[in-house]
């Protein structure tokens, strides 16, 4: 069985500032990929940085960073220059490496405020 | 290339009755996932369509049921309504290729809101 474990339910953060969003995982796959998914108030979840687990480098996209720790089972999200278009509530999911169900379990996320 | 659409976007509903939720799948995606999202909760899993059949499953009653026609779009069912369905539920398509066998990112739906009263 898989698990993500978000201990942050709400996070501020002051514009232009970095933040860290935690997230640790269980799981029994050899294999398995991470994801952080943004969610603003339409409810569109929004696809943010993936993490393979045998990936040697820590993932990057742009504003995002993802902290992966394997031994500690932890895969912290970090932005960096925070806006305040990233107030949004965030989830780190966990699937199988690969075959073709694609069940993502996710998180119970963290509600950024990024303030002026 | 046209994103993943979902109708209605809200919906009520009585207990008791039953309910379609529609989705139209990215273009090029053969994959459909449909998720349950409960008030202050994560996306729970509810099954996955690939070419037109169910293959895989997440922990909910077979009163949740899907299609998926063969262009690949979707839908949900939901009978006997209980309150607890209340939720947002999100689907996402993606592109599985059997030969490559990687993680395929899904991209989702901006949801359906359902309200049983």
């Known amino acids: 069985a898989q698990k993500i474990t978000q201990t942050q339910p709400g996070m501020f953060v002051q514009e232009k500032e970095a933040v860290t969003l935690d997230c640790t995982y269980d799981?029994?796959?050899?294999?398995?990929?991470l994801f952080w998914y943004k969610q603003p108030s339409s409810g569109e979840m929004i696809f943010l940085i993936y993490?393979?687990?045998?990936?040697?480098q820590n993932a990057t996209e742009g504003r995002y960073s993802l902290n992966f720790q394997k031994a500690r089972k932890s895969a912290n999200l970090v932005i960096s220059a925070s806006q305040l278009g990233d107030s949004a509530m965030y989830f780190c999911?966990?699937?199988?490496?690969?075959?073709?169900?694609?069940?993502?379990?996710f998180g119970t996320g963290t509600l950024l405020a990024v303030q002026p | 290339e046209t994103g993943v659409t979902q109708s209605p976007t809200h919906l009520i509903k009585t207990r008791g009755q039953q309910v379609t939720l529609r989705c139209s799948s990215q273009?090029?995606?053969?994959?459909v996932s449909w998720y349950q999202q409960a008030l202050g909760q994560g996306p729970q899993f509810i099954f996955q369509?690939?070419?037109?059949?169910?293959?895989g499953r997440g922990n909910f009653p077979p009163r949740f049921s899907g299609l998926q026609f063969p262009n690949y779009s979707s839908e949900l069912n939901v009978n006997a309504l209980e309150l607890d369905d209340s939720a947002l539920y999100l689907c996402?398509?993606?592109?599985?290729?059997?030969?490559?066998?990687?993680?395929?990112?899904?991209?989702f739906g901006p949801g359906t809101r359902l309200t049983v009263l």
């Open positions: 999911a966990i699937r199988r490496y690969s075959g073709a169900t694609n069940k993502l379990i």
């Open positions: 799981t029994s796959d050899p294999s398995y990929g």
């Open positions: 993490q393979g687990s045998y990936d040697q």
């Open positions: 273009s090029g995606h053969n994959t």
């Open positions: 369509y690939y070419r037109e059949e169910e293959n």
């Open positions: 996402a398509s993606s592109l599985w290729e059997r030969q490559v066998d990687s993680y395929n990112e899904q991209f």
